[in-house]
């Protein structure tokens, strides 16, 4: 199918011969008419994530960087950066309980920025810049462009026809070289996106946190993609109209955060993280309220609390957001957050 994006790969294609699926990738998602140009967040778009299920997700997120607050410096302003801010709702949650906040929403897309510009009080940037005390990535490491290794050869697009298909060339010396000790037979997904990023991290934070929330373990997933809220095998059959992502290697982020001078405390899952910042009480709390709207006559209100306490727990769930992995990283010398190391609040009514 044709789209803006399309020819834009197909033309560089044209210029350059084959490219790397990173490149394929930066055109397909934040070129022209890439995937990204709008914000594709929302119950009415391509994907939600845990800030459009519920607002309660902005509760605890605040929370957990309140603590980070008090390690860094508890009576000063924060500088808050949120990298991949898409369309401002968790920037928005986020703003409404921090106090003392200077916030700033970082997004390459034109588009998305020009829908963030729209939020009063919010700072909008195209880069990471100093000085920062608190960096939050929420759902950006997976889609930040990566290379894609088969076999010991790389992976590259090429023209076929009106379409396009992936050929192989061998490892140059630059993708060796990221690789390094990882093993590179069958698939791999080298992250050089998100392996870039922590390096930019490491270079803007003097003093302070990398809070990374996103899909992902130990390795990385399968490449796929994601349109109309449906997971999409063919990611090269329609540039621009279709997500491309992959589950992120936690275990390679902290990797290159260590390589850095930074610490990586140890992965959680969403669901451990929420229920240590009280999610269960809040949920209690939840019940109550609908306890005592029904108990006034206010059917209608119970309803909505108790639909939306229902669509809460989706965040806390391990078949649904609940599986995704918070990664704190932290400048040498800051302690993990009571948030990471106190068992999860797992106590039921």
Do not use: C
């Not at 608190?134 to 290794?149: I, S, T």
């Not at 990611?235 to 290697?249: E, F, I, K, M, R």
């Amino acid at each position: 199918m044709p789209t803006p994006a399309a020819d834009a790969i197909r033309e560089r294609i044209r210029a350059d011969g084959p490219i790397g699926f990173d490149l394929f990738m930066d055109l397909a998602l934040y070129g022209p008419g890439g995937f990204y140009e709008r914000p594709p967040v929302g119950a009415d778009r391509d994907f939600v994530t845990s800030p459009h299920v519920h607002p309660a997700f902005g509760r605890f997120v605040a929370r957990a960087i309140e603590a980070l607050r008090e390690a860094i410096a508890p009576r000063a302003n924060l500088r808050l950066t949120e990298v991949g801010a898409g369309d401002g709702t968790l920037a928005r949650q986020l703003m409404e309980r921090l106090h003392e906040v200077r916030y700033t929403a970082v997004e390459v897309s034109p588009g998305a920025r020009a829908t963030l510009g729209t939020i009063h009080g919010l700072e909008v940037a195209s880069k990471l810049r100093p000085p920062v005390d608190v960096v939050l990535a929420h759902e950006l490491l997976d889609n930040l462009p990566f290379r894609l290794v088969r076999d010991g050869s790389e992976v590259v697009i090429d023209t076929d026809g009106d379409g396009f298909a992936e050929r192989t060339r061998p490892l140059n010396e630059e993708l060796r070289a990221t690789i390094g000790h990882h093993a590179i037979a069958g698939d791999i997904v080298v992250a050089t996106g998100a392996l870039s990023f922590v390096d930019r991290v490491a270079t803007t934070l003097e003093r302070g946190y990398a809070l990374l929330i996103d899909y992902g373990a130990d390795a990385s997933g399968p490449v796929h993609g994601y349109t109309r809220q449906q997971p999409i095998e063919d990611v090269l059959q329609a540039p621009g109209s279709v997500d491309v992502t992959a589950g992120v290697d936690f275990a390679w982020i902290a990797e290159r955060a260590r390589e850095r001078h930074m610490q990586a405390f140890p992965l959680a899952t969403q669901s451990d993280v929420l229920l240590a910042l009280g999610f269960e009480s809040w949920l209690r709390d939840e019940l109550a309220t609908q306890h005592d709207q029904l108990a006034r006559g206010a059917g209608l209100d119970a309803v909505r609390t108790w639909s939306m306490r229902s669509r809460a727990t989706m965040l806390v769930d391990p078949a649904a957001l609940g599986r995704m992995r918070w990664l704190l990283l932290a400048t040498e010398g800051l302690p993990p957050p009571a948030w990471l190391t106190a068992p999860p609040d797992r106590t039921t009514d």
